[in-house]
């Protein structure tokens, strides 16, 4: 079985000195499988480092006028080499497309960014059953065009899961990654994607949520931001 992927997402948290406090425990990691994406700013003072390093948002073009924005090109020549694309904060609070997910999903692939999209419904859409039809219709926008299939990360999050405590039951969770999967399989047969969980993924509910056989890993936001928390959390996925 593949090595399970652990993503921390830090979103827009901690102060440069709270980076210092949080790297003299997280240094500590010796462990490829994990990918720690800090605020952009911080960046520098996770690199060289025995994880990896992911950034939480990256643009459509590789330079010029867009004041803000940071390109796929730019933070691979950094080191980073993952990309976080779509996350539902951004989707709701930036407006962010399907179709603009897309474009920047084929731009970090032509710097080898690796882009972990983010998928998920809302509670409202749950509630109205339109969860499978939701996650079909992101997955097929966010892959259109995309070659190199083998570098994209899939992570399902649940909206109405992230930063709420309340998680799907296992069963819930096997059956819509399962659904995932196959509509990748679909589009592109005998592909490798990997395809993670996300929503209030804890250092209590790890060990059960990594029974799940076809969870190829974690986004983890809140939990990622206590040292111990996620140490603990690391600790159980490789372990188990
Ligand atoms: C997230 O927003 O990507 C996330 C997983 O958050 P949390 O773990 O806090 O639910």
Redesign the pocket.
Known sequence: MENKLIVA?H?MNMTASEINEFLKELGKINNKNVVICPTSIYIPYFLKKKFQVGIQNTFIHEKGAYTGEVSPMQAKSLGVNYTILG?S?RRMYLEESDTFINKKVLEALNYDLKPIICIGETLEERNMLKTDKILKRQVINALRDVAKIEEVIIAY?PIW???TGVVPTNKEIKATISYIKTIINGLYPNNKVKVLY????TEKNIKELNKIKEVDGY?????SLKPQAFLNIIEVVDSQ
Request: aromatic share 0%; net charge negative; hydrophobic share 35%.
């Open positions: 997402n979103k996350h904060e999050e899961a992230i930063g996300g929503g209030s993924v986004l983890v936001g809140g939990a």
